[in-house]
C-alpha cells in the first residue's frame, strides 16, 4: 500500500470536505444529500474499484 500528501499552497481557507461511505449497497441506496455532495465535488478520493 503506498501512501502520499497533497499540499496546497491559497490563501482561501475557505471549504467544504465531505465524506461519504463507499461500503456495501448500491447507488440506490445512497441517501439523496450524499449523491448531491458527489455531484457537487471538484475532488473525489477513494478506492478505484468503488469509484468505477
Do not use: C, H
Not at 490563501?11 to 445512497?30: E, H, Q, R
Not at 444529500?33 to 471538484?42: D, F, L, Q, S, T
Amino acid at each position: 500500500m503506498s501512501m502520499g500528501m497533497l499540499q496546497l499552497q491559497s490563501d482561501d481557507k475557505s471549504g467544504k470536505l465531505y465524506i461519504v461511505g463507499t461500503g456495501p449497497g448500491g447507488a440506490a441506496w445512497m441517501t439523496g444529500r450524499a449523491a448531491e455532495a458527489i455531484r457537487e465535488a471538484e475532488y473525489i478520493i477513494g478506492n478505484a474499484f468503488y469509484l468505477e
